[in-house]
C-alpha cells in the first residue's frame, strides 16, 4: 500500500453500462463481480481505475494515492460469499488510513483504551450483567450490583417525570397482533419481531412487544378525553422484544429483549410546541446528570424520494417536520439534518452524544407523530364541542436501559459518578481482628444512606487494596488497631490514595458534600 502511495495514481471514475461491464469481467474471469453485476437489474454501474488496476467500486475516493501517508491492518477474519454458509468462504482483510502518522497514532490509542473500556469486558469484572446460552443469545440477565445501577437510573428518571406531570402505566410483554398491525409496527417490522404465537382454539395470534406506543394508544383510548385534560403525558419502563440477527447481537448495546424509558405525550396542535419543548429540557437535564454534556441534536426527516417507508398524509408530515425545526431553533440548539433517517410514523429529534473518547453515539430521542392517532381513530372534545384528533409525542431521554448503561459503562470507564456507583466504599480490615469493628463502621455509614460492604477476607492489606481498585469502588476505609483505638478510618480515594483519619460521621458529610 505505502509503495503504491508512493505512485500517485489517480483514482478515475469510469461510467459503465451493464452490458460492458459483463463482457469486461467475463474477459477477466471474474465470477464474483459477475454475479454482483447480474443484480444490479440493468442499471448503469461504476468502475474505478488506480494504475494497472481497475474494479467494480460505487466511490467515492481520494483524488489519488498519495493522500495515503500512514496505513495499518487491523483485522483478518473469515467471512462467507453473500453471507452464505453454504458458499465459498472468503478472507477479509480490515486496514485505515490517515493522512498524518500523529493521527494514526492517537486513533490506534484511542482503540486501545477503548478495549479496555469495552462494557463486555467491565461487566463481567464489575458483575454487573451476564448472559448465558441456555437463557438464550441476546437476552442479559441483571446481577445485583448491575440491577442496582439500572434501579437508580430508573428512580431518577421516575422522579424527573413526576415532577413534570407524567403518570406511570404498565402494560403486557405481549398483545395481539391485530394492535401491531393497526399500529403499522407488523408492516415494517414484521420480519424483525419474533414469530406470532396464539391459541389454535381461540383464533387469536399473539406477539411479544415490540413497541409500547400502540398498548398507551390503548390507554388514550379507554375513556371520552375534553381539551382542557390535555396534554395528557403517561410514562413506562416498557420491555420490548426483537428478533436481531444472531450476527448483529453485541453485549448491552444490541440485545433482543430490553426496556425503553418510554413515554407519551397526547396534546392539542396548539400544545405541540410547548410539550417538545419541555421534553427538550428533561432530556438535557437527564444527558447532564450523566456527565453527557457534549452533543449535537439530529434532525430527521424522512426520505423524499422514497415515500412508501412511511405512513401518513403529506400534511401530517409537514406539521410534525416544522414543529421539530422550529422548537429546535427556538431552544438555540446545535443541529444538523438528516434525511431519511425518521421513524415510520414521524419524524424525530434525536441526540449524538460524544463520549469520554469522542465517539459519537445516538442517546435520546423526542417524536412528533400525527398519524397514530389517525390510525387508533383517537379523538378528544375541543373547546367547540366537536371531536378533534390529538398529537402524539413520543419520547425516550434514556432510549433503552441496556444500550444506554452499555454507553455509560464505556464513558466512564466503569467510574461510576458516585451518587450511581453500586458500591461507594469498601472497609478493608488490616487483619481478622478488625472485622468487628470494620462492620461497625459499615453500620455507621448504612445509617447516613452509604453503601459499601466489608472485605473480611484473611488477605494482605495489599492485596484488599490492589482488587478494590479493581472493582473500581471509589472509597476505601482502611481499618486497624490505631483506628479501632481512635474510633476513626484511614480513607484512600481510588486512584488517588491517601487522604487522611476521619470519623465515620467526618466522611459521611466529606461523602455527601462531594455526592452534592
Known sequence: MIELARQKNAYVRKPISQKDAVEFFQEKGDEYKLELIEKRGGEDITLYQQGEFIDLCK??????????????????????????????????VYGITFPKQSELEAYVQMIEEAK??????????????????????GLPIWLPKGNQLRDRLMNFLRTEQEKRGYKLVTTPHIGKK?????????????????????????????????MNCPHHCEIYAHRPHSYKELPLRIAEFGTVYR?????????????????????????????????????????????AKMGFQNFTAQISLRDPDNPSKYIGSDENWRNAENA??????????????????????????????????????????????????????LEYVGADNQPHRPVMIHRAPFGSMERF?????????????????????????????????????????????????VDDRSEKIGRKIRDTELKKVPFMLIVGEKEEESGTVSVRRQGEGDIGSMTADEFAVYFKGLVD
Open 405 to 453: 448503561i452499555s454507553i455509560l459503562i464505556e464513558h466512564t470507564g466503569g467510574k461510576f459518578p458516585l451518587w450511581l456507583t453500586p458500591d461507594q466504599f469498601a472497609v478493608l480490615p488490616i487483619s481478622d481482628r478488625f472485622n468487628d469493628y470494620a462492620l461497625k463502621v459499615e453500620q455507621q455509614l448504612g445509617v447516613h444512606d452509604i453503601r459499601g460492604f
Open 178 to 210: 391485530d394492535l401491531y398491525v393497526t399500529s403499522g409496527h407488523w408492516e415494517k417490522y414484521g420480519e424483525d419481531s419474533f414469530r406470532p404465537f396464539g391459541t389454535p382454539r381461540e383464533g387469536e395470534e399473539f406477539m411479544l412487544k415490540p
Open 324 to 377: 421539530i425545526i422550529e422548537a429546535a431553533k427556538e431552544a438555540g440548539l446545535n443541529t444538523v439534518t438528516e434525511l431519511g433517517e425518521a421513524a415510520f410514523y414521524g419524524p424525530k429529534l434525536d441526540f449524538m452524544v460524544k463520549d469520554a473518547l469522542g465517539r459519537s453515539w445516538q442517546l435520546g430521542t423526542i417524536q412528533v407523530d400525527y398519524n397514530l392517532p389517525d390510525r387508533f381513530e
Open 116 to 137: 479496555k473500556r469495552d462494557h463486555r469486558k467491565l461487566g463481567a469484572e464489575l458483575e454487573l450483567f451476564m448472559f448465558s446460552e441456555r437463557v438464550g443469545a
Open 243 to 287: 428478533y436481531e440477527q444472531s450476527g448483529e447481537l453485541h453485549g448491552l448495546s444490541r440485545v433482543r429483549c430490553f426496556t425503553q424509558d418510554d413515554a407519551h405525550i397526547f396534546c392539542t396542535p396548539e400544545q405541540v410546541k410547548e410539550e417538545f419543548l419541555n421534553v427538550l429540557d428533561l432530556t438535557q437535564v437527564v444527558l
Open 59 to 92: 466511490g467515492p475516493h481520494v483524488p489519488d494515492t498519495s493522500y495515503i501517508k500512514a496505513v495499518k491492518l487491523t483485522n483478518v477474519a473469515g467471512a462467507y460469499w453473500q453471507g452464505d454458509e453454504t458458499r465459498q468462504q472468503m478472507t477479509r
